[in-house]
């Protein structure tokens, strides 16, 4: 009887590394797929709204109209343009020209210092909710600006509320998409490249010849991982270095903290595609569901998008078996926040089992092939 | 009989079920060192499996193998460093060298570094390797490829070679090449197993098996085999005119005739009794121009694994 060998272990993972770094496919998919996703959806993936045209009909034409547009124009938001009619107006939010169109009632300016409560209208294109939000809170952080001026002239006192956003002051979309963006490209390629590895072995028959040596399923399983975790861990040095210098993000956490968590992660993912790798044997099929579980989970219900809490119950308990659920939050919070690991103990532990499990299906359905 | 100390190979009472299916139903063989020894069937017949559990890959459900004194036990470790394992299937990775290749297999069987530098100088000049051991795989021909996959499967200098269908999708002249070099490693006292579709090839094996449904249902050297499937030789048929479907049916009845069979443009026909063809002949040679040959193992192996009236 044989046992367990690190020597039959690294034989296989020199190997591993050998078809990685000749293969152009993998090599590009390991250091140029990770570039270009994060700077395509570093740019397009752009909640923040700036320069948005929008028109304005100003009937009063008052020192207290006057001052609102100035704000507005000064604003970086906005880029201002002056309609003669409200029909115009209206026009130009439907030519898709603005995205939203401010129609400013004559006595607008002696209503507010009389104290009267007056209205300004605000059509805002609706077609993309995500943008229309985003104007509407910018034009009401003005227009609040505005009265605290005017009601700071005049006799009463209010006390509005002054906000200040925290971890993310200028609510900046790249600081929260990037380190999202940095999970789903780990998941998909730990997922992908593994998938097709053992897969590959079945399909050349390059397995039985394996088999007839006294490797073992064990071996070969962790022989495997830990090339494609180098190039993992590869992939995620660049796209941080791509985050800090190109996209300015701040790093609040730890860096040992954050490697430990990718690790666990890693291990789990890893697992993930070798496991369908082993169930699947071909590499076609392999590939294909690579694809499909490593990329929906992770898109959907990762919280990269649409955020977990805001689903309902059964999708957030459903979301909660993913480890990429949990690691999205491990990755955002250190980038921006900056827990210490007792804060995050729970999502890491979390995501600590789901990676024992996979791991464990993965050789155990493996040793059963092979018996 | 050579005694049991210089058998290679033992099987005895092998059985191998996959639920209720008897891949192998109690099959008893050996081989001796130094045989090269073949193992013909048709597609699931039960070949592959056997040899499976003879390179120690799958466990057998009852009975007993031993491979070089070595009785399978436990996950078949033990059989693993008895033997080497070639198939037609896979050869070597093409994106890694010769050396590279030599490497990871030596590795895998965890041999000394001195041992295996060694062997492989040792091998490499025994398969008269003219290349680089830096040249990638790929860039070699199929029958050089085959010829290195054979070094792989030799490093650990194994007691018996199994050659699943070693020569398959190579050229005529590589495969008589290879076969040379099978020849002289058993000149060497290594034992061969070979499995293979080429019939010609088959007839360089000292003995041979053939499986149906999981048995062994003829065992001998091939001129055995050929002069007791057919002790009255074979006659070789040319048809003179196109239609002869009338004595077809008359000769594949006659109780004189034990096969008739087409072959290729001819046919082949099989006499029943030392007398038959005398028996039969006027009745042939009217449509037929006959000639007496001597049957081959094609012929054998048609009678056996694929022949209907039997």
Not at chain 1, 32 to 38: C, E, H, N, T
Request: proline share 4%; aromatic share 12%; with cysteine.
């Amino acid at each position: 009887m044989t046992f367990f060998k690190w020597s039959r272990t690294f034989a296989i993972s020199r190997k591993e590394f050998f078809h990685i770094f000749r293969d152009p496919f993998t090599l590009g998919m390991a250091f140029v797929l990770p570039l270009l996703v994060v700077v395509i959806f570093g740019y397009a993936m752009e909640f923040n709204q700036n320069n948005v045209e929008v028109s304005f009909l100003d009937l009063d034409r008052s020192q207290s109209s006057r001052s609102l547009l100035e704000k507005m124009s000064s604003s970086n938001y906005f880029r201002l343009k002056q309609v003669r009619s409200p029909e115009e107006g209206m026009k130009s939010v439907k030519s898709d020209n603005s995205k939203a169109f401010i129609y400013v009632p004559p006595n607008f300016d002696k209503n507010i210092r009389s104290d009267v409560s007056e209205k300004i209208q605000v059509l805002i294109d609706g077609t993309d909710s995500a943008a229309a939000g985003v104007i509407q809170r910018y034009l009401i952080q003005i227009t609040n600006n505005m009265s605290i001026e005017v009601h700071s002239n005049s006799r009463v006192s209010s006390t509005p509320f002054v906000s200040r956003y925290l971890f993310n002051p200028e609510l900046n979309s790249k600081w929260f998409s990037i380190p999202g963006i940095m999970v789903v490209i780990m998941a998909i390629l730990c997922t992908l490249l593994t998938s097709l590895t053992i897969a590959r072995e079945w399909e050349k028959g390059s397995m039985e010849l394996l088999l007839s040596t006294p490797v073992k399923p064990l071996e070969i399983i962790l022989g495997k991982l830990f090339p494609y975790a180098t190039l993992n861990i590869i992939s995620v040095v660049t796209v941080y270095i791509l985050a800090r210098l190109w996209f300015d993000l701040p790093f609040r956490g730890s860096h040992i903290v954050f490697l430990f968590a990718c690790f666990i992660f890693l291990a789990g993912y890893l697992a993930l595609g070798l496991a369908i790798s082993v169930i699947l044997r071909q590499q076609l099929t392999a590939m294909q569901a690579a694809m499909i579980i490593g990329l929906l989970p992770t898109n959907l219900l990762s919280g990269f998008i649409f955020p977990v809490e805001n689903m309902p119950q059964g999708f957030q308990w459903l979301a909660s078996i993913f480890p990429v659920r949990w690691f999205m939050i491990v990755t955002r919070d250190q980038f921006l926040k900056g827990s210490s690991l007792v804060q995050l103990s729970f999502p890491i532990i979390a995501m600590g089992v789901a990676s024992v499990i996979l791991v464990s299906i993965a050789v155990v359905k493996f040793k059963g092939d092979l018996d | 009989m050579s005694s049991d100390a210089n058998k290679a190979v033992l099987v005895s009472h092998l059985l191998v079920q996959f639920g209720e299916f008897k891949a192998v139903n109690d099959i008893s063989f050996s081989v001796d060192k130094g045989e090269i020894f073949g193992f013909l069937g048709a597609n699931g017949a039960g070949k592959t499996t056997s040899i499976r559990v003879i390179c120690g890959l799958l466990k057998p459900t009852a009975g007993e193998v031993s491979v070089g004194g070595e009785v399978f036990k436990g996950n078949g470790d033990n059989l693993k460093k008895k033997v080497g394992y070639m198939s037609q299937k896979f050869t070597l990775y093409d994106d890694l060298t010769v050396a590279e290749n030599l490497e990871f297999t030596a590795s895998l069987r965890k041999l000394d570094q001195d041992y295996f530098e060694e062997r492989k100088k040792y091998l490499l000049d025994f398969i008269q390797f003219e290349y680089s051991e830096k040249s990638f795989v790929r860039d070699l021909s199929g029958g050089i490829k085959q010829q290195v996959a054979l070094v792989a499967s030799l490093l650990h200098d194994p007691e018996v070679i199994f050659l699943d269908e070693p020569t398959a999708g190579v050229t005529p002249v590589s495969r008589a090449l290879f076969w040379s070099l099978i020849q002289k490693l058993a000149d060497h006292g290594k034992t061969v197993f070979v499995t293979s579709h080429y019939m010609d090839e088959v007839e360089h094996c000292h003995r041979i098996a053939l499986m149906r449904g999981g048995e062994i249902i003829a065992l001998d050297t091939p001129k055995g085999l050929k002069s007791s499937q057919f002790p009255y030789g074979i006659y070789q048929l040319t048809a003179k005119a196109e239609d002869i479907t009338d004595i077809e049916k008359a000769l594949q009845r006659s109780s004189e005739v034990e096969s008739f069979q087409p072959h290729g443009i001819h046919y082949h026909l099989a006499p029943k009794k030392d007398n038959s063809w005398e028996k039969i002949s006027p009745l042939i040679l009217p449509r037929f121009t006959a000639k007496k040959i001597r049957p081959s193992l094609e012929d054998v192996f048609i009678k056996l694994v694929e022949g209907k009236n039997r």
